[in-house]
């Protein structure tokens, strides 16, 4: 329960906000692929991150900065907020 799991890091203790009944469950819906790892991103981000999702609906990246890794975004990766703005510009 103290890993970090798949391509967003999410730590096994919080397998009950992802939506599953155990720790087995969310580490194989890791391991599963793609798809069980953004079945599990949507399930915690609507369940712990919801300002987050309220920043993406609006395109408002530093809010989702913010919700999504702290107050303290600024001083570890200053650039998350503009990258996040320029992936979304790149991909839409």
Known sequence: MACS????????EYYPSC?????FEIVNKFISGTNGQAEIFVAFMKNMKP?????????????VAAAYNG??????NPDYA???AAYYDQFK
């Open 5 to 12: 799991w798949g391509g967003f890091q999410i730590l096994g």
């Open 19 to 23: 939506g599953c009944a155990n720790i």
């Open 51 to 63: 300002a987050a999702v309220k920043g993406l609906q609006t395109h408002s990246w530093e809010q």
């Open 71 to 76: 107050s303290g975004w600024r001083a570890s």
């Open 82 to 84: 503009i990258h996040l």
